[in-house]
């Protein structure tokens, strides 16, 4: 098991550009996750999807960011454009499944760490 | 709405001296609670969860947490630390459907 995968690792960008941030989650795993973490404002929840369906959006700060997730084993987080106040580390986790009832813990991958200048 | 309080951002002991970090939750239905452990430049792993089957609960690397529902709380604690116990420490809680939710973490150094 390879664990969840993202990529890359460390994402340098000047602002107004768009990034794009990958995630792989582990085969099998129905719910995918994407995390901030920052100083600041420690873990976040942007938004998660259940079987490739975005079920809770709220958590994205704003139009800037969107996530999609077109097939069970890929899924992106984009910022565009991209500001400075967006630089922290970026986590995708996955799980077997999310709803009531469910208690499989969350499987983090190793982060992006992105810095907009 | 689940939320979870973990007391204390930095807790710093003595190798081999006991560890005890702190979390007190707060949730409208039973909730199903968490430990994870991050190490620098990693994602979060866990430790253990608690999901109602037991009261204490046992986790990796010899940590143990209690779940009091008088007191709402979930303390995790490790009879002797290890200087590899050096990490930040997630406190989470989820209840029924809703998402999990994580606290602001705690800092712990281990001192020679």
């Known amino acids: 098991d390879a664990g969840v995968i993202q990529s890359p690792r460390h994402e340098v960008t000047e602002m107004g550009q768009e990034v794009t941030l990958r995630c792989k989650p582990i085969s099998g795993h129905n719910s995918l996750f994407w995390y901030r973490q920052t100083m600041m404002r420690g873990l976040e929840l942007l938004i998660y999807f259940n079987n490739n369906v975005p079920i809770d959006d709220s958590g994205m700060p704003e139009d800037r960011f969107s996530a999609k997730m077109p097939n069970a084993s890929f899924s992106t987080l984009k910022i565009q454009p991209s500001e400075p106040r967006d630089s922290a580390v970026y986590f995708c986790a996955s799980t077997p499944s999310f709803g009531a009832g469910a208690i499989q813990a969350l499987h983090f991958g190793n982060g992006t760490r992105l810095t907009v200048t | 709405a689940q939320s979870v309080t973990q007391l204390g951002s930095h807790v710093s002991v003595s190798e081999g001296a006991l560890v005890l970090l702190r979390c007190n939750y707060s949730s409208s239905v039973p909730p199903y609670l968490f430990w994870y452990v991050q190490y620098p430049n990693q994602g979060l792993q866990l430790l253990l969860k608690y999901t109602s089957a037991a009261t204490l609960v046992k986790g990796i690397n010899g940590f143990e947490a209690e779940f009091k529902k008088s007191e709402t709380s979930f303390h995790l604690t490790k009879p002797s630390a290890h200087m590899s116990d050096a990490a930040e420490y997630f406190c989470?809680?989820?209840?029924?459907?809703?998402?999990?939710?994580f606290g602001q973490g705690t800092r712990l150094t281990i001192n020679p």
């Open positions: 989470a809680v989820k209840g029924g459907a809703q998402k999990l939710v």
